[in-house]
C-alpha cells in the first residue's frame, strides 16, 4: 500500500497544481520572451494546461513510489511532441521550470513536515531530478506491435488495414471467417484485437491517425467483439463470478471487456460494468452477485488513485471479505510491484494470465479458510 507521506504529497501536488502550473508559466515566459511571439495567448494557455498534466502525472507516480509511471510519461511526451514538431528541449524547461516552482510555492503550515524543515517537495523534486538526469536517454522503442511472423499475424494485418480503410463489413468478415474456420476466438481477442488496438495506439502516437480513426477502430472492435457472442456464451458454468470495470472516466474500456469475456469462456458468471460506473454501483454489483473476483482495469496512470479508492471500497464490505480484487493495464505493466501498493491481490499482463492468477488466489484463499476453520 502507498505510505501517507506518499499519499499527501500527492494530494498536496493536484491541491497547488493549478499555482504551480501558473508560476512554471511566468519562469518559462520570462527566461524566454519569444515564446509570446512565436505562440501568443493561445499557446500559452496550452503549455499552462501541457504543465497541469505533467503535474498530474508526477503526483501519481509521486503517490506510488513509482518512478517507472513518471519515466514512462516522460517518453510517452518526448514522442507525441515530436510527432507534431514540437521541442522537447522545451519539455524538459518545463520540468526544470516546474523544481523551480515548487521553491516558491509550498504547501500551507508544513502539513508534509511536521515542521521539521525539509522540501516539502521532497519526493516530487527527487523524481524531477533523475528524470531531467536522464531525460535524453529516455525513449521508446516505437516498432510495429504487429508481425506477420506472429501467429495469426497476417490475420491481424489484415483487419488492421480494414479498419484504418473503414471497411467494417470487411474487418468483420476477416474475424467472422477465420472463426468459423476453427480459430479459437481466445486467440482471436489475445492475436487479433489485442495487438491491433496497441499498433493504433502507437499509430495515434506517431500522429498517423487521429482520434477520430482511434475511436472508429475500437467501436468496430466492440462490434465485432458482439457477434461473436454466441461462441463465448455457450460453455457449462462452474459457479465462480466475476465483475469487472475500468476506473472513473476512462473511455478505455476495450482491454476489461476482452478480460470478462475469457472468464465467461472459462465458465463464470461474468458482469461487465465499463467506464463511468459510480464506485457505489460497483460495490453493490459485487456484494449482490456475491462477486469472488473483481478486475478492476486502468489506462491512464494519474487514475492510479481511482483504482485504490475501488480497491478500498471493497475491503469495507464485510459481505467481500474473501473477494479477490485483480488489477490490470498499462500502469501495472510498466511496474510490476504497483499492485501491492495500491492494495490489490494480484496483476496480470493477458487474459490468460488474469484467469491463471484468479484461480490461484481462490484456491490459495480457500486453502487458508480450511487452516483457519480446522
Given at each position: 500500500?502507498?505510505?501517507?507521506?506518499?499519499?499527501?504529497?500527492?494530494?498536496?501536488?493536484?491541491?497547488?497544481?493549478?499555482?504551480?502550473?501558473?508560476?512554471?508559466?511566468?519562469?518559462?515566459?520570462?527566461?524566454?520572451?519569444?515564446?509570446?511571439?512565436?505562440?501568443?495567448?493561445?499557446?500559452?494557455?496550452?503549455?499552462?494546461?501541457?504543465?497541469?498534466?505533467?503535474?498530474?502525472?508526477?503526483?501519481?507516480?509521486?503517490?506510488?513510489?513509482?518512478?517507472?509511471?513518471?519515466?514512462?510519461?516522460?517518453?510517452?511526451?518526448?514522442?507525441?511532441?515530436?510527432?507534431?514538431?514540437?521541442?522537447?528541449?522545451?519539455?524538459?524547461?518545463?520540468?526544470?521550470?516546474?523544481?523551480?516552482?515548487?521553491?516558491?510555492?509550498?504547501?500551507?503550515?508544513?502539513?508534509?513536515?511536521?515542521?521539521?524543515?525539509?522540501?516539502?517537495?521532497?519526493?516530487?523534486?527527487?523524481?524531477?531530478?533523475?528524470?531531467?538526469?536522464?531525460?535524453?536517454?529516455?525513449?521508446?522503442?516505437?516498432?510495429?506491435?504487429?508481425?506477420?511472423?506472429?501467429?495469426?499475424?497476417?490475420?491481424?494485418?489484415?483487419?488492421?488495414?480494414?479498419?484504418l480503410s473503414r471497411e467494417r463489413d470487411k474487418a468483420m468478415r476477416f474475424i467472422l471467417d477465420a472463426v468459423e474456420k476453427g480459430t479459437d476466438v481466445r486467440e482471436i481477442y489475445e492475436q487479433v484485437f489485442q495487438v491491433t488496438q496497441w499498433e493504433i495506439g502507437r499509430l495515434w502516437q506517431e500522429n498517423e491517425v487521429n482520434v477520430a480513426q482511434e475511436h472508429y477502430c475500437t467501436a468496430v472492435t466492440?462490434?465485432?467483439?458482439?457477434?461473436?457472442?454466441?461462441?463465448i456464451f455457450s460453455h457449462e458454468k462452474n459457479g465462480l463470478v466475476f465483475v469487472g470495470t475500468s476506473v472513473g472516466d476512462e473511455l478505455h474500456e476495450l482491454g476489461i471487456r476482452m478480460i470478462a469475456d475469457f472468464f465467461e469462456l472459462d465458465g463464470w458468471d461474468t458482469y461487465f460494468l465499463g467506464a463511468n460506473t459510480p464506485l457505489e454501483s460497483i460495490i453493490e454489483t459485487a456484494v449482490q452477485e456475491k462477486a469472488h473476483v473483481v478486475g478492476v482495469s486502468v489506462t491512464i496512470t494519474y487514475h492510479i488513485s481511482e483504482v485504490k479508492r475501488i480497491i478500498e471500497a471493497v475491503r469495507s464490505r464485510p459481505e467481500l471479505a474473501h473477494t479477490k480484487v485483480l488489477v490490470g493495464g498499462y500502469p501495472f505493466n510498466l511496474d510490476p510491484e504497483l499492485w501491492k501498493k495500491v492494495g490489490a491481490d494480484g496483476s496480470a499482463k493477458s487474459a490468460h494470465g488474469a484467469i491463471e492468477k484468479a484461480r490461484f488466489l481462490l484456491k490459495k484463499g480457500k486453502a487458508g479458510n480450511n487452516l483457519s476453520e480446522g
Open positions: 500500500m502507498e505510505n501517507n507521506a506518499a499519499s499527501l504529497e500527492r494530494d498536496a501536488l493536484l491541491e497547488h497544481q493549478r499555482e504551480l502550473a501558473q508560476k512554471v508559466i511566468s519562469i518559462l515566459w520570462s527566461r524566454f520572451p519569444h515564446y509570446d511571439e512565436i505562440l501568443g495567448a493561445a499557446g500559452k494557455q496550452k503549455c499552462r494546461q501541457d504543465v497541469e498534466y505533467h503535474l498530474m502525472y508526477l503526483a501519481d507516480a509521486v503517490g506510488t513510489e513509482s518512478q517507472e509511471l513518471f519515466f514512462s510519461y516522460i517518453k510517452w511526451v518526448k514522442d507525441l511532441f515530436s510527432s507534431i514538431g514540437v521541442s522537447n528541449e522545451s519539455f524538459r524547461q518545463s520540468l526544470i521550470a516546474i523544481r523551480e516552482a515548487m521553491v516558491d510555492i509550498s504547501p500551507e503550515k508544513d502539513e508534509l513536515t511536521g515542521g521539521s524543515g525539509k522540501n516539502q517537495w521532497e519526493s516530487a523534486d527527487s523524481l524531477l531530478k533523475r528524470g531531467i538526469e536522464a531525460f535524453d536517454s529516455l525513449a521508446n522503442v516505437n516498432h510495429s506491435y504487429i508481425s506477420l511472423e506472429a501467429p495469426l499475424g497476417e490475420l491481424a494485418g489484415n483487419y488492421l488495414d480494414a479498419l466492440q462490434l465485432v467483439m458482439s457477434r461473436l457472442y454466441p461462441y
